[in-house]
Nanobody
Framework: QVQLVESGGGLVQPGGSLRLSCAAS????????IGWFRQAPGKEREGVSCLTFYDGRTYYADSVKGRFTISRDNDKKTVYLQMSSLKPEDTALYYC?????????????????????WGRGTQVTVSS
């Protein structure tokens, strides 16, 4: 059974940092990638970052480039999203999701409809 479980969200002041974790299980990792999405109330779901297990290739949305870093621990089957220099506009429910490696190329990773398994999300609130 495919499972994705997010953790690490919370309340942080502007300029602060948080690290989100996505623990994955139930599938063969080499053929997939893990993406992070976020959704704020009244806004569309936004692709934040993506990482392929096979070669560790990473992708970022322009809005988070230079501030967020995605990484993986293959032994723990966990993908991390290190978020720094957080802004109030980063406030959202953050999800991790699974996508076939073949669908990642170009900007394909941003299309949430191409992901076939999702976690329940973890809330990130950036506020003073």
């Amino acid at each position: 059974q495919v499972q994705l479980v997010e953790s690490g969200g919370g309340l942080v002041q502007p300029g602060g940092s948080l690290r989100l974790s996505c623990a994955a299980s139930g599938f063969t990792f080499d053929t997939y990638a893990i993406g992070w999405f976020r959704q704020a109330p009244g806004k569309e779901r936004e692709g934040v970052s993506c990482l392929t297990f096979y070669d560790g290739r990473t992708y970022y949305a322009d809005s988070v480039k230079g501030r967020f870093t995605i990484s993986r621990d293959n032994d723990k089957k966990t993908v991390y999203l290190q978020m720094s220099s957080l802004k109030p506009e980063d406030t959202a429910l953050y999800y991790c999701a699974r996508i076939s490696r073949a669908n990642v190329r170009g900007s394909g990773w941003k299309a949430w409809t191409k992901y076939d398994a999702w976690g329940r999300g973890t809330q990130v609130t950036v506020s003073s």
